[in-house]
Protein backbone atom coordinates (compact mmCIF):
# COMPACT_ATOMS: atom_id res chain seq x y z
CA UNK A 1 0.00 0.00 0.00
CA UNK A 2 1.21 3.69 -0.66
CA UNK A 3 1.51 6.22 1.66
CA UNK A 4 -0.97 7.94 -0.88
CA UNK A 5 -3.56 4.64 0.08
CA UNK A 6 -2.41 4.62 3.51
CA UNK A 7 -2.94 8.23 4.21
CA UNK A 8 -6.47 8.26 2.63
CA UNK A 9 -7.18 5.26 4.90
CA UNK A 10 -6.30 6.99 8.24
CA UNK A 11 -8.05 10.03 7.21
CA UNK A 12 -11.44 7.74 6.58
CA UNK A 13 -10.46 5.66 9.66
CA UNK A 14 -10.15 9.11 11.74
CA UNK A 15 -13.58 10.67 9.67
CA UNK A 16 -15.26 7.28 10.96
CA UNK A 17 -13.90 8.21 14.54
CA UNK A 18 -15.21 11.24 14.69
CA UNK A 19 -18.73 10.32 12.98
CA UNK A 20 -19.25 7.75 15.66
CA UNK A 21 -18.23 10.07 18.77
CA UNK A 22 -20.50 12.86 17.02
CA UNK A 23 -23.42 10.59 17.10
CA UNK A 24 -22.67 9.36 20.22
CA UNK A 25 -22.81 13.19 21.66
CA UNK A 26 -25.67 13.28 19.84
CA UNK A 27 -27.55 10.75 21.44
CA UNK A 28 -26.29 11.37 24.85
CA UNK A 29 -27.39 14.95 24.59
CA UNK A 30 -30.81 13.96 23.25
CA UNK A 31 -31.14 11.37 26.27
CA UNK A 32 -30.33 14.47 28.42
CA UNK A 33 -33.37 16.25 26.54
CA UNK A 34 -35.50 13.46 26.98
CA UNK A 35 -35.00 13.24 30.56
CA UNK A 36 -35.51 17.21 31.11
CA UNK A 37 -38.88 17.17 29.15
CA UNK A 38 -39.99 13.54 31.01
CA UNK A 39 -39.35 16.05 34.53
CA UNK A 40 -40.97 18.89 32.92
CA UNK A 41 -43.61 16.68 31.55
CA UNK A 42 -44.28 15.01 35.34
CA UNK A 43 -44.41 18.69 36.58
CA UNK A 44 -47.07 19.99 34.18
CA UNK A 45 -49.46 16.85 34.62
CA UNK A 46 -49.27 17.22 38.13
CA UNK A 47 -50.36 20.94 38.42
CA UNK A 48 -52.94 20.18 35.93
CA UNK A 49 -54.43 16.91 38.18
CA UNK A 50 -54.02 19.54 40.68
CA UNK A 51 -56.35 22.25 39.08
CA UNK A 52 -59.15 19.36 37.92
CA UNK A 53 -59.38 18.44 41.58
CA UNK A 54 -60.29 21.58 42.76
CA UNK A 55 -62.61 22.69 40.52
CA UNK A 56 -60.09 25.72 38.66
CA UNK A 57 -59.03 24.10 35.55
CA UNK A 58 -60.60 25.51 32.42
CA UNK A 59 -60.39 28.99 34.33
CA UNK A 60 -56.32 28.63 34.83
CA UNK A 61 -56.14 27.16 30.97
CA UNK A 62 -58.10 29.49 29.82
CA UNK A 63 -55.92 32.71 31.42
CA UNK A 64 -52.71 30.97 30.27
CA UNK A 65 -53.86 30.41 27.17
CA UNK A 66 -51.07 32.06 25.54
CA UNK A 67 -48.18 30.04 27.44
CA UNK A 68 -50.33 26.93 26.46
CA UNK A 69 -50.40 27.89 22.94
CA UNK A 70 -46.77 28.42 22.87
CA UNK A 71 -45.93 25.51 24.36
CA UNK A 72 -48.12 23.40 22.25
CA UNK A 73 -46.23 25.19 18.93
CA UNK A 74 -42.87 24.53 20.49
CA UNK A 75 -43.92 20.52 21.05
CA UNK A 76 -45.43 20.35 17.73
CA UNK A 77 -42.20 21.74 16.22
CA UNK A 78 -39.72 19.12 18.21
CA UNK A 79 -41.73 15.95 17.23
CA UNK A 80 -42.28 16.99 13.94
CA UNK A 81 -37.75 17.27 13.93
CA UNK A 82 -37.89 14.13 15.54
CA UNK A 83 -39.95 12.32 13.47
CA UNK A 84 -37.87 13.89 10.22
CA UNK A 85 -34.40 12.05 9.30
CA UNK A 86 -31.49 13.48 10.67
CA UNK A 87 -33.17 15.66 13.27
CA UNK A 88 -31.53 14.56 16.31
CA UNK A 89 -27.99 16.84 15.98
CA UNK A 90 -30.98 19.57 15.07
CA UNK A 91 -32.18 19.41 18.70
CA UNK A 92 -29.16 18.57 20.17
CA UNK A 93 -27.59 21.62 18.82
CA UNK A 94 -30.06 24.49 18.50
CA UNK A 95 -31.83 26.24 20.99
CA UNK A 96 -35.53 25.06 20.30
CA UNK A 97 -35.21 22.47 23.17
CA UNK A 98 -34.08 24.88 25.68
CA UNK A 99 -37.02 27.07 24.29
CA UNK A 100 -39.26 24.34 24.52
CA UNK A 101 -38.65 23.33 28.33
CA UNK A 102 -38.25 27.50 29.17
CA UNK A 103 -41.80 27.70 27.95
CA UNK A 104 -43.20 24.59 30.08
CA UNK A 105 -41.49 25.67 33.07
CA UNK A 106 -43.27 29.06 32.41
CA UNK A 107 -46.32 27.28 32.51
CA UNK A 108 -46.04 25.13 34.81
CA UNK A 109 -44.98 28.13 37.21
CA UNK A 110 -48.22 30.24 36.05
CA UNK A 111 -50.37 27.11 36.35
CA UNK A 112 -49.01 26.55 39.84
CA UNK A 113 -50.17 29.97 41.20
CA UNK A 114 -53.42 29.16 40.07
CA UNK A 115 -53.56 25.67 42.18
CA UNK A 116 -52.52 28.37 45.14
CA UNK A 117 -55.11 30.68 44.82
CA UNK A 118 -57.95 28.10 44.00
CA UNK A 119 -57.14 25.90 47.22
CA UNK A 120 -57.17 29.12 49.21
CA UNK A 121 -60.74 29.35 47.86
CA UNK A 122 -61.69 26.00 47.95
CA UNK A 123 -60.92 26.34 52.02
CA UNK A 124 -62.19 29.31 52.69
CA UNK A 125 -65.85 28.09 51.09
CA UNK A 126 -65.96 24.76 53.76
CA UNK A 127 -67.25 27.42 55.78
CA UNK A 128 -66.41 28.56 59.15
CA UNK A 129 -64.23 26.83 61.40
CA UNK A 130 -63.04 28.87 64.38
CA UNK A 131 -59.36 28.25 65.88
CA UNK A 132 -59.84 26.09 69.59
CA UNK A 133 -58.21 28.97 71.04
CA UNK A 134 -61.06 31.48 69.50
CA UNK A 135 -63.68 28.95 71.05
CA UNK A 136 -61.63 28.16 74.38
CA UNK A 137 -62.03 31.75 75.69
CA UNK A 138 -66.06 31.59 75.87
CA UNK A 139 -66.29 27.70 76.10
CA UNK A 140 -67.15 26.96 79.82
CA UNK A 141 -65.04 24.04 80.77
CA UNK A 142 -67.32 23.31 83.60
CA UNK A 143 -69.79 22.54 81.32
CA UNK A 144 -70.98 18.61 81.07
CA UNK A 145 -69.10 17.25 77.73
CA UNK A 146 -67.80 20.08 76.87
CA UNK A 147 -64.35 19.50 77.81
CA UNK A 148 -64.41 16.31 76.02
CA UNK A 149 -66.04 17.89 73.01
CA UNK A 150 -63.56 20.39 72.72
CA UNK A 151 -60.21 18.14 73.16
CA UNK A 152 -61.93 16.36 70.04
CA UNK A 153 -62.32 19.87 67.92
CA UNK A 154 -58.67 20.66 68.74
CA UNK A 155 -57.47 17.23 68.02
CA UNK A 156 -59.39 17.20 64.40
CA UNK A 157 -58.43 20.74 63.97
CA UNK A 158 -54.59 20.57 64.06
CA UNK A 159 -55.36 17.17 61.16
CA UNK A 160 -57.53 19.87 58.94
CA UNK A 161 -54.15 22.60 59.61
CA UNK A 162 -51.84 20.42 58.41
CA UNK A 163 -53.98 19.73 54.82
CA UNK A 164 -55.01 23.61 54.24
CA UNK A 165 -52.23 25.00 55.11
CA UNK A 166 -50.11 23.28 52.18
CA UNK A 167 -49.89 25.23 49.03
CA UNK A 168 -52.33 22.76 46.98
CA UNK A 169 -53.45 19.07 47.36
CA UNK A 170 -50.90 16.14 46.74
CA UNK A 171 -53.38 13.76 45.81
CA UNK A 172 -57.08 13.77 45.58
CA UNK A 173 -57.43 12.36 48.81
CA UNK A 174 -56.27 15.64 50.34
CA UNK A 175 -59.43 17.15 49.47
CA UNK A 176 -61.79 14.21 50.32
CA UNK A 177 -60.32 14.46 53.42
CA UNK A 178 -60.68 18.09 53.89
CA UNK A 179 -64.00 17.69 53.36
CA UNK A 180 -64.52 15.31 55.59
CA UNK A 181 -62.53 17.09 58.37
CA UNK A 182 -64.48 20.38 57.96
CA UNK A 183 -67.76 18.41 58.45
CA UNK A 184 -66.87 16.61 61.48
CA UNK A 185 -65.52 19.82 62.71
CA UNK A 186 -69.01 21.46 62.58
CA UNK A 187 -70.45 18.23 64.22
CA UNK A 188 -68.16 18.87 66.90
CA UNK A 189 -68.70 22.49 67.43
CA UNK A 190 -72.39 21.19 67.59
CA UNK A 191 -72.00 19.53 70.99
CA UNK A 192 -70.57 22.62 72.63
CA UNK A 193 -72.71 24.27 74.77
CA UNK A 194 -72.03 28.07 76.01
CA UNK A 195 -74.25 28.67 78.31
CA UNK A 196 -72.40 29.43 81.83
CA UNK A 197 -73.20 27.07 85.25
CA UNK A 198 -73.34 28.66 88.30
CA UNK A 199 -70.51 29.11 90.39
CA UNK A 200 -70.08 26.22 92.85
CA UNK A 201 -71.31 23.74 89.89
CA UNK A 202 -68.14 25.26 87.93
CA UNK A 203 -66.11 24.67 90.99
CA UNK A 204 -67.60 21.41 91.50
CA UNK A 205 -67.01 20.37 88.37
CA UNK A 206 -63.16 21.57 88.41
CA UNK A 207 -62.27 19.21 91.39
CA UNK A 208 -63.83 16.43 90.14
CA UNK A 209 -61.80 17.08 86.09
CA UNK A 210 -58.57 16.86 88.37
CA UNK A 211 -58.49 13.37 88.79
CA UNK A 212 -58.82 13.31 92.59
CA UNK A 213 -62.34 13.39 92.87
CA UNK A 214 -64.14 16.12 94.54
CA UNK A 215 -64.56 16.86 98.60
CA UNK A 216 -67.98 15.70 99.76
CA UNK A 217 -68.57 19.91 101.25
CA UNK A 218 -68.12 20.63 97.62
CA UNK A 219 -71.75 18.45 96.83
CA UNK A 220 -74.21 21.42 97.80
CA UNK A 221 -77.97 21.23 97.68
CA UNK A 222 -77.51 24.03 94.46
CA UNK A 223 -74.98 21.75 93.24
CA UNK A 224 -77.28 18.14 93.63
CA UNK A 225 -80.72 21.11 92.43
CA UNK A 226 -78.56 21.65 89.19
CA UNK A 227 -77.41 18.47 88.56
CA UNK A 228 -80.74 16.73 88.51
CA UNK A 229 -82.19 19.53 86.22
CA UNK A 230 -79.12 18.68 83.87
CA UNK A 231 -79.84 15.32 84.13
CA UNK A 232 -76.33 14.45 85.37
CA UNK A 233 -76.70 13.49 88.66
CA UNK A 234 -76.64 9.25 87.80
CA UNK A 235 -73.15 10.48 86.10
CA UNK A 236 -71.64 10.65 89.79
CA UNK A 237 -71.53 8.46 93.04
CA UNK A 238 -70.07 8.72 96.13
CA UNK A 239 -66.53 6.92 97.48
CA UNK A 240 -64.37 7.48 100.32
CA UNK A 241 -60.50 7.78 100.40
Known sequence: MTMTLKAQDMRARLQALQDWERRKYDAQALDKRRAEWTAQCKKLKKVVEQLEWIGNREHALTECQSQVKLVRALVAKATE????????????????????????EKLVSQLSEFVVSGWNAFVENLGNLPQPATIRATLPLSRPGNRQAFDDYSETHSRFQRVARTDGPATQEDVFALRRLALLLEDTAARFNFSEVPEAVSEFYMAISSGKGAPLALFTNEVRAWLEAEGQAEAFMVVSR
Open 81 to 104: TLQDGGGDERLTHEDHWAKTLNAT
